[in-house]
């Protein structure tokens, strides 16, 4: 494992999380609009009370715990589910923003290998 590489793309998906998470209180960056069953799937969503706080801290706590390096498998594995939704909703119902999912899966998956060792034990 390149530590020097793992830690550069633990913080770039830390700080992911941390500015995206925190977007979903604080809303700086603009959602642009949806149509169709993406804009359906959201508003449920949003009217849950499950994307707004439950998600945005969600994805605040896995950026921290990856920033400062605290349990960084734990944050790895709660950060997996996340990331193959991101991927299904944008392949299914929105597939032009499919990028910053894309990066979130990729780097969430590279990390789990270079932390391959401290899952070994889950498939024995």
């Known amino acids: 494992m390149n530590t020097k ?7 770039v998906l830390g700080l992911i999380l941390v500015i995206f998470g925190a977007n979903k209180f604080a809303h700086f960056m603009p959602m642009p609009p949806m149509e169709g ?3 359906t ?7 849950s009370g499950y ?8 994805e605040i706590l896995i950026g921290i715990l990856l920033i400062t390096k605290k349990a960084v498998p734990f ?9 193959v939704n991101m991927i299904l909703f944008h ?12 990066i979130v899966f990729i780097l969430n998956a590279v990390l789990i290998y270079f932390h ?3 899952y070994k034990a889950l498939f024995n």
Not at 5 to 11: M, Q
Not at 51 to 58: C, H, K, R, S
């Open 75 to 83: 944050a790895l594995i709660l950060l997996a589910p996340l990331a």
């Open 91 to 102: 392949l299914s119902m929105a597939p032009s923003g499919i990028g910053p999912a894309a």
């Open 116 to 118: 391959w060792d401290k």
């Open 41 to 47: 799937f959201m508003n449920g969503l949003g009217v």
């Open 5 to 11: 590489v793992s830690l550069i793309l633990r913080i």
């Open 37 to 39: 069953n993406a804009a």
């Open 51 to 58: 994307m707004f706080p439950l998600l945005g801290m969600l």
